[in-house]
């Protein structure tokens, strides 16, 4: 079964962080800080969780109003039991559903970022193997892991963002292949990165 989206909605955050609660003070607090002083635009339950939502719903709205999905995937990720890492994975997942067209993908989605071994053996029994192939990996050698991880994501965004572009410049004449794009509402502005504006230039 597959759940088609209508209409993709406006993109209010870069990011959505997907966090172990154990891992709120040393990495997703600071990594957040240090985001928006890059002009990224987190979006962080702590910080933007709508009162008055159940929390399925308020997830799931903030997966599909974030450009992308960055997972902190960490020991504690691995031994919690809550499970809200992998409902936000199950929603990261259907929107890259959503973005597969004939041709190949209009946009990547979820951005992996382990801080973990790659031979963890518990990666190979967890939901998180799914994903792996696409995953970067800290290590000691790399440094301050939130300095890392911004580093990583600052990439991420700014890829993705020329890949929405470069895919854009190659339809806009295909008057066929654009009415089609066209008619899913705020597909194109979705994939072309025109919400939030882009990360500036550093």
């Known amino acids: 079964m597959f759940w088609q989206l209508q209409s993709f909605p406006v993109c209010t955050h870069h990011v959505f962080l997907s966090y172990c609660r154990e891992d709120m003070e040393w990495l997703a607090d600071p990594l957040c800080e ?7 635009s987190p979006w962080l339950d702590r910080h933007d969780y709508p009162y008055g939502r159940t929390s399925l719903a308020a997830l799931r709205d903030g997966v599909l109003k974030c450009r992308h999905t960055v997972f ?7 031994d919690q039991p809550r499970g809200w ?3 936000e994975l199950a929603w990261a997942d259907l929107l890259q559903e959503n973005l597969h067209r004939a041709g190949g993908v209009l946009q990547n989605i979820m951005l992996p970022l382990l801080f973990l ?15 792996r192939d696409r995953a970067a990996f800290h290590s000691p050698q ?15 965004i700014r890829r993705e963002e020329k890949r ?39």
């Open 34 to 40: 240090a985001l928006r002083q890059e002009d990224i």
């Open 72 to 78: 902190l995937i960490t020991d504690a990720m691995l």
């Open 85 to 87: 890492g992998i409902v």
């Open 117 to 131: 071994p790659r031979d963890d053996e518990r990666l190979l029994r967890s939901v998180w193997q799914s994903i």
């Open 142 to 156: 790399d440094g301050d892991a939130v300095d890392w991880a911004v580093r990583q994501i600052d990439s991420f």
């Open 164 to 202: 929405g572009q470069d895919i854009f410049n190659g339809i806009r004449y295909d008057s066929r292949t654009y009415a089609r794009l066209k008619a899913q509402p705020g597909l194109i502005e979705r994939f072309t990165a025109q919400h939030p504006k882009p990360a500036p230039v550093q």
